[in-house]
């Protein structure tokens, strides 16, 4: 076979000719489709490989971790060689420039992106909030821009929540409601993303989007690899920040219309988890960007099971499809095996549905965008071995990598400046040291002035001279002195000798009447 035709093309397989994807249509996006272990992993690594070679820099997300053998040297195997030379192309073992990336920072330089770049609407996405809750979460990132408070990671966002919720009166004046109980059911929901391990994505050193794009000594492009094994468990962190990333890429970047080759190409590997359970308005923000940032030098490749996982007015966006073998067990999978196959461009000489289903593995169909444009006749391919090696990088050559990486030391050390949490709480302690400092002076206030006079006497008035004191009055006694009784004694005696005298004089009257 004449692989020289295929200048200016990435070579993916061949069929009765070599097949390649033109890099200058490479923007356009594409998919990479197809059932469990029919070969999209080693699709995907060939492209990788191509686009490395051109000086195009690649960012994959490799959820089983086996794409990371893509910075170590292939050792093809019979079958590999067996394939190569049936198609006429001679293999040559290479590694590819990598950089491996984590958003926990276990297997790869930490990813990390602040509070206020990810923005409300991904943030109400992520935590799954209502309408109402959206609203209070934007109120908050509103309150805090006005106050010159920095969101930088989530306890950041955390103690601004506390702050609306307590001044929620004054800012519902301005805003409109904003209910405690509302800001109390969004700090929960924090909370469950902070246990999920959200917590080593939000904060500082903030990822520049440079060094994803970056090319090495010799002009290939770095394939940014993102380890996704444990992410995927977490799949509204895993969707929120590929979307982040391409919102991010598409108000930085600047236009460029249509290139000889892409600035950059994603791959976007289980590509339906960005779409499952997507509400409307965040399905219509990935649209936009998809359809936008191909003016950008962007190329955005989707890998997924089956392209019906891929909403229609993304799918209209992807021009360059690779289509692996699907199984239609199911009236649905049928359902799925009939749309994949009415968008390809028909070649006569075979039936679409059928050659689907009949694909053995490193088989796919191949139609990408000619000169033109246009898509090309859907073609039989056998896909061409990779360079570099199938399967994972054991943990010391991982390791290796990112010793000699480029931006080795630029993410690894968490930066925590002044930012919301900090002023805040700067700001409550004065608060309550004010409150202290002004209850103990009310508290002096009602204390009486000290006196330093001996213990036992009362302190005098304020403003006023202590009164003399009294002598003391000298104390009663009970007893009777022998002169007091006398006296007594003949008192009585008088006043009973005249009582009588009285006594007989009025019954004698009484007695002559």
């Known amino acids: 076979m004449d692989w020289s035709a295929l200048q200016g093309s990435i070579p993916v397989g061949a069929s009765d000719a070599p097949v390649g994807l033109r890099l200058d249509r490479a923007n356009r996006h594409g998919v990479v489709a197809g059932a469990t272990g029919t070969g999209k992993t080693v699709t995907l690594q060939i492209l990788a490989e191509g686009f490395s070679r051109a000086g195009v820099p690649v960012f994959a997300a490799d959820v089983k971790g086996d794409l990371s053998g893509i910075s170590q040297q292939g050792s093809p195997n019979e079958k590999m060689l067996a394939r190569a030379q049936n198609m006429g192309i001679t293999l040559a073992p290479a590694a590819m420039p990598t950089i491996f990336w984590d958003l926990f920072g276990q297997k790869g330089h930490p990813i990390r992106a602040t509070v206020s770049e990810m923005g409300p609407l991904l943030l109400s996405r992520l935590l799954e909030l209502n309408e109402v809750q959206e609203g209070v979460l934007n109120v908050t990132f509103r309150v805090a821009d006005e106050q010159g408070l920095l969101l930088l990671d989530l306890k950041d966002l955390q103690s601004m929540l506390k702050y609306v919720a307590d001044h929620a009166a ?167 095996l009939r749309a994949a196959s009415q968008s390809f461009r028909a070649n006569p000489a075979f039936d679409t549905a059928e050659t689907i289903q009949a694909l053995g593995v490193g088989e796919a169909l191949v139609s990408c965008l000619d000169e033109k444009g246009a898509p090309c006749v859907v073609q039989r391919t056998l896909i061409r071995p990779p360079d570099s090696r199938m399967g994972p990088a054991l943990p010391p050559e991982r390791a290796a990598t990112m010793a000699s990486s480029p931006v080795r030391g630029t993410y690894d050390q968490v930066q925590d400046r002044e930012s919301a949490f900090e002023r805040l709480e ?27 006079s001996p213990w036992g006497t009362t302190p005098a008035p304020r403003g006023r001279a202590p009164a003399p004191k009294a002598a003391p009055r000298p104390r009663a006694s009970n007893r009777q002195s022998m002169g007091e009784a006398l006296a007594k004694s003949v008192l009585r005696s008088v006043g009973s000798s005249i009582g009588r005298e009285i006594m007989r004089g009025v019954l004698g009257s009484l007695r002559k009447r």
Do not use: C
């Not at 993102?226 to 236009?255: G, K, N």
């Not at 004010?434 to 002035?449: D, F, K, L, M, T």
């Open 170 to 336: 004054e800012i519902g004046a301005q805003y409109g409601n904003v209910s405690p109980a509302t800001v109390g059911t969004i700090q929960r929901k924090l909370l469950t993303l902070e246990n999920q391990g959200a917590t080593h994505f939000f904060g500082e050193p903030a990822l520049q989007l440079t060094d994803l794009m970056k090319t090495d000594a010799a002009g290939r492009g770095y394939v940014n690899v993102l380890a996704a094994d444990q992410l995927i468990q977490s799949p509204r962190l895993y969707a929120t920040f590929l979307l982040w990333l391409m919102s991010e890429l598409f108000e930085v970047l600047p236009e460029v219309g249509d290139p000889e080759k892409p600035k950059l190409v994603f791959f976007f590997d289980e590509a339906h988890l960005l779409f499952n359970d997507a509400p409307k308005p965040l399905l219509e923000k990935v649209e936009q960007v998809v359809r936008l940032i191909r003016s950008k030098g962007v190329g955005i490749y989707f890998v997924t099971q089956n392209p019906a996982d891929i909403p229609d007015g993304v799918l209209a966006q992807l021009g360059n499809r690779i289509q692996h073998a699907l199984r239609a067990y199911t009236p649905a999978d049928q359902k799925g």
């Open 426 to 452: 700067a700001a409550a302690r004065q608060s309550a040291a004010a409150a202290q400092a002004e209850a103990q002076q009310e508290e002096a206030a009602r204390q009486p002035r000290y006196d330093p």
